[in-house]
Structures are given as structure tokens and as C-alpha cells.
């Protein structure tokens, strides 16, 4: 049975550093992956990293279809990804889970082009437009200890700069099971 996570929240070092790449896809990484839509589906969210598990390893996973416009759209698994090019731009608001109820505007390309591996093995080249490459772009910056804050103008990091030190820390209640950045996993 897959179970619920709980989430890494700003302000722990793991979020902050960069995923080591897989280099075998073995029954632990097929279990976490399980794990990880099980925790982004109870937390409604559309997108997670390893690293928002606690896991410095570079794996995302994502899924679009529970919204409205997008139920179509196959969840994805992206291993070792790699943005190879970009192509436009847009600003579009974003949050995070692992940022509780921040938001802000977020300045991104609006297309990528993808290389990845995916659950089997299997490399992947892929271009990807709109909301889905907006939440790749923010899965894959979470692989490379980036957050969506770090792009933020000092408006809105200023708006949410109360909100910002309670979740560092640990003075929130979510939804959702986090990680208590007081004790040790
Ligand atoms: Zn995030």
C-alpha cells in the first residue's frame, strides 16, 4: 500500500541542495515513486521532488490532470532531467508545498525541451508548453536547491516575509504531514 509522505518545508537543508542523479532504477526508487504521488494527490498538489520528501536524489514526479483544463494530460515521472532549450517567457503566480501558502508571480520561459529518463529506463527527449512546462521548470529547480521565492520581487518577498520566517520556523499547521525542521526525521 502506498502511504503519505510527509514534506520537507522551507527552511531545511535538504531543499537547498543540489539532487544526485539515479543511476539504477531499483524497487526502491519504483516504491518511492508510488509514494510520492500518494503524498502530491493528498496535499493536492500538481507537482513534488525528491527533495520534498527528504530524498537528495534527482526524481520529480507531476501530475495536471486533476485540474479542470487538463484532464487529459498523462502524470509524468522525470528521472536526471536536463532543460537542453527554452523558448519564450511568462509570468504566471506560483506556491509550493513545501512553502505553505506563499504565492507570487514567478517569471519563467514558456516552452522547454526535455531530456529525461523515465520510470522504465527509458530516455526521453520531449518539448513541453504551457502549465506543464511551467511545473517541470519548478520540479526540476527544486533538483538544483532553487525555490520559487528565489524569483520573487522584493514586493512580494516583502509581503511574505512573516508568513516566510514562521515556516522556517516550523510555526505552521497544514493539511498536509510535514517534517518538524526541530527533530530529526
Ligand atoms: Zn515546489
Avoid: W
Avoid at 20 to 44: C, Q, S
Amino acid at each position: 500500500m502506498p502511504k503519505v509522505l510527509p514534506i520537507t518545508t522551507y527552511g531545511r537543508d535538504i531543499l537547498r541542495k543540489v539532487a544526485k542523479p539515479i543511476k539504477d532504477i531499483n524497487i526502491n526508487i519504483v516504491n518511492l515513486v508510488e509514494n510520492m504521488f500518494y503524498t502530491m494527490k493528498a496535499a493536492e498538489g500538481i507537482g513534488l521532488a525528491a527533495p520534498q520528501v527528504n530524498e537528495g536524489i534527482s526524481l520529480a514526479v507531476i501530475d495536471i490532470s486533476t485540474l479542470n483544463d487538463y484532464k487529459n494530460e498523462k502524470p509524468l515521472v522525470i528521472i536526471n532531467p536536463k532543460i537542453i532549450d527554452t523558448n519564450g517567457q511568462s509570468l504566471v503566480n506560483e506556491g509550493c508545498l513545501s512553502i505553505p501558502e506563499v504565492r507570487g508571480d514567478v517569471k519563467r520561459p514558456e516552452e522547454i525541451l526535455l531530456e529525461y529518463i523515465d520510470l522504465n529506463g527509458k530516455e526521453n527527449k520531449r518539448e513541453f508548453f504551457g502549465l506543464l512546462a511551467r511545473v517541470l521548470q519548478h520540479e526540476i529547480d527544486h533538483l538544483k536547491g532553487k525555490l520559487f521565492i528565489d524569483y520573487l520581487s522584493e514586493e512580494d518577498l516583502e509581503k511574505n516575509k512573516e508568513l516566510l520566517k514562521k515556516i522556517k520556523s516550523n510555526k505552521i499547521v497544514t493539511e498536509y504531514p510535514i517534517y518538524n525542521s526541530k527533530s530529526k526525521p
